[in-house]
């Protein structure tokens, strides 16, 4: 949509659509006003018939809502998809603050016209700041489906999430939504949202969820930032994408966290496959796997460790990612070095990093950027948190690979890592891939099953200077 009246003039901000009984569609998204006031504004589609819903007609009398007493001008944006209520209203979050606590607001309405805010805030937490880009959805807990927004019983528990705008980080937590009030708490307020998960531990930021009711999948779709600088951005004419489309369900698990997937489509992508097995890594060593190029590759690894020490001697360290993947410690890092050319002059460490302490074993995920380009103007950082084990699990991680975008996911998808790399060597035909292994007192098993990816050809559509 044009940015092309008083409401929006200032920009066409954040917004949800929302699937009604009847079958036609409203859209809710912010606008920011003349005056740089945040409003919520209503759209519609001028097609229903359109598959792709190209056009849009603004409604005549927004806004609907501007910023309400006590919240400021500029802290009031990005509602979420509509969901009905016990009392046959729909209600709708919104992202705000007060001082430094992030909250979230909750509005009712029965025509997406008149709304009515709520007394309470949904929830809100001190010292997050400003909550962007709200989520808030069901997840069966006992059940591989997505559910629609609007579910909720006794086997159901909902995931609010919020991007931090002080910290570009999307965090999440799981808990219970109470329909009576609108009001939510976290199962785990150590954890709850802006201070424990984070939905991906890399360069993204501003993700949204939908319900897709033909393969009955909740799809999560998050924006992947940049890392090399603005000159860059404006030399290559384009900045920013979106990452591959994602599953979530519950972690039945460990009852405690999201799994996200990438969605069965990008197999239809795949080419010819090569298989390894049990590939033997020993301390300090760096294998190639005869592949070919490695520019857009499908990756699926797992692992198994051989102590070459005994435990009583084994040394007691609490690392996590380190300093990246060239920290050594006595359990890691071990991994795949993705988009490395032929010298190791440029690559991209995935990895493990385990920590033996007097009582645990603790595995981290990672992904370092360190020496992943050559370039100067690129941003190369470390990213990476812990991931839950599961006592029948063996360590795995799943890698998309499409030539400057790497998408980790660990354990099924527990803990995920966007990452952006643009190196200057390791392009094309000269991408290479391998196994690593930079611990000192183990040896890896690696077995891997690895697909060349075609690319999507996506066809763009006529730009019409009407939308």
């Given at each position: 949509m044009?940015?092309?009246?008083?409401?929006?003039?200032?920009?066409?901000?954040?917004?949800?659509?929302?699937?009604?009984?009847?079958?036609?569609?409203?859209?809710?998204?912010?606008?920011?006003?003349?005056?740089?006031?945040?409003?919520?504004?209503?759209?519609?589609?001028?097609?229903?018939?359109?598959?792709?819903l190209?056009?849009?007609?603004?409604?005549?009398?927004?806004?609907?809502?501007?910023?309400?007493?006590?919240?400021?001008?500029?802290?009031?944006?990005?509602?979420?998809?509509?969901?009905?209520?016990?009392?046959?209203?729909?209600?709708?979050?919104?992202?705000?603050?007060?001082?430094?606590?992030?909250?979230?607001?909750?509005?009712?309405?029965?025509?997406f016209?008149?709304y009515?805010?709520?007394?309470?805030?949904?929830?809100?937490?001190?010292?997050?700041?400003?909550?962007?880009?709200?989520?808030?959805?069901?997840?069966?807990?006992?059940?591989?489906?997505?559910?629609?927004?609007?579910?909720?019983?006794?086997?159901?528990?909902?995931?609010?999430?919020?991007?931090?705008d002080?910290?570009?980080?999307?965090?999440?937590?799981?808990?219970?939504?109470?329909?009576?009030?609108?009001?939510?708490?976290?199962?785990?307020?150590?954890?709850?949202?802006?201070?424990?998960?984070?939905?991906?531990?890399?360069?993204?930021?501003?993700?949204?969820?939908?319900?897709?009711?033909?393969?009955?999948?909740?799809?999560?779709?998050?924006?992947?930032?940049?890392?090399?600088?603005?000159?860059?951005?404006?030399?290559?004419?384009?900045?920013?994408?979106?990452?591959?489309?994602?599953?979530?369900?519950?972690?039945?698990?460990?009852?405690?966290?999201?799994?996200?997937?990438?969605?069965?489509?990008?197999?239809?992508?795949?080419?010819?496959?090569?298989?390894?097995?049990?590939?033997?890594?020993?301390?300090?060593?760096?294998?190639?796997?005869?592949?070919?190029?490695?520019?857009?590759?499908?990756?699926?690894?797992?692992?198994?460790?051989?102590?070459?020490?005994?435990?009583?001697?084994?040394?007691?360290?609490?690392?996590?990612?380190g300093?990246?993947?060239?920290?050594?410690?006595s359990?890691?890092?071990?991994?795949?070095?993705?988009?490395?050319?032929?010298?190791?002059s440029?690559?991209?460490?995935?990895?493990?990093?385990?920590?033996?302490?007097?009582?645990?074993?603790?595995?981290?995920?990672?992904?370092?950027?360190?020496?992943?380009?050559?370039?100067?103007?690129?941003?190369?950082?470390?990213?990476?948190?812990?991931v839950?084990?599961?006592?029948?699990?063996?360590?795995?991680?799943?890698?998309?690979?499409?030539?400057?975008?790497?998408?980790?996911?660990?354990?099924?998808?527990?803990?995920?890592?966007?990452?952006?790399?643009?190196?200057?060597?390791?392009?094309?035909?000269?991408?290479?891939?391998?196994?690593?292994?930079?611990?000192?007192?183990?040896?890896?098993?690696?077995?891997?099953?690895?697909?060349?990816?075609?690319?999507?050809?996506?066809?763009?559509?006529?730009?019409?200077?009407?939308?």
């Open positions: 044009l940015r092309d009246s008083w409401y929006d003039i200032n920009g066409v901000w954040s917004g949800s659509a929302t699937l009604l009984p009847d079958g036609k569609i409203v859209m809710l998204y912010t606008g920011s006003t003349h005056q740089n006031v945040q409003v919520q504004n209503l759209a519609y589609p001028a097609n229903l018939s359109d598959p792709l190209i056009h849009w007609v603004k409604y005549s009398d927004n806004p609907l809502l501007v910023p309400p007493p006590g919240i400021g001008p500029k802290d009031f944006r990005d509602p979420t998809t509509a969901w009905i209520g016990p009392d046959g209203k729909w209600r709708i979050a919104i992202g705000s603050k007060v001082n430094q606590t992030g909250l979230s607001l909750v509005y009712k309405t029965q025509d016209i008149h009515e805010l709520n007394d309470q805030y949904m929830h809100e937490v001190p010292g997050t700041g400003m909550w962007e880009c709200v989520d808030f959805y069901p997840v069966s807990v006992n059940g591989s489906d997505g559910l629609d927004t609007s579910a909720n019983g006794p086997d159901v528990k909902h995931v609010l999430k919020s991007s931090l002080d910290t570009r980080g999307d965090h999440y937590a799981i808990g219970t939504y109470f329909s009576e009030n609108d009001t939510w708490v976290p199962d785990n307020p150590d954890e709850d949202v802006g201070i424990g998960l984070k939905l991906d531990y890399g360069r993204f930021y501003a993700s949204k969820t939908f319900y897709d009711q033909y393969k009955k999948r909740r799809v999560l779709w998050g924006w992947i930032n940049e890392s090399d600088s603005e000159t860059a951005d404006l030399k290559k004419g384009w900045a920013s994408l979106q990452s591959i489309p994602r599953t979530v369900v519950f972690d039945n698990k460990t009852r405690a966290h999201l799994l996200q997937w990438p969605v069965e489509e990008i197999e239809s992508l795949r080419l010819s496959s090569y298989e390894f097995e049990e590939v033997v890594v020993k301390p300090g060593s760096v294998l190639p796997l005869d592949i070919g190029p490695a520019t857009q590759l499908d990756i699926f690894a797992e692992f198994e460790i051989e102590y070459l020490a005994s435990k009583e001697t084994e040394k007691k360290e609490n690392v996590g990612c300093n990246g993947a060239f920290d050594r410690s359990l890691g890092p071990f991994g795949i070095l993705a988009i490395a050319d032929d010298q190791l440029e690559l991209t460490p995935i990895y493990f990093h385990l920590s033996s302490t007097t009582t645990s074993l603790t595995s981290s995920f990672c992904v370092d950027e360190t020496r992943s380009s050559k370039a100067p103007d690129v941003s190369k950082l470390v990213f990476g948190s812990e839950p084990v599961v006592s029948d699990e063996r360590l795995s991680m799943r890698i998309l690979v499409d030539h400057s975008v790497i998408e980790s996911f660990a354990q099924g998808g527990r803990t995920v890592i966007s990452s952006r790399v643009y190196p200057t060597k390791a392009i094309y035909e000269a991408a290479r891939l391998f196994v690593f292994n930079n611990a000192t007192d183990i040896n890896i098993k690696a077995s891997l099953k690895i697909w060349q990816l075609n690319s999507a050809f996506i066809r763009p559509f006529p730009f019409d200077k009407k939308l």
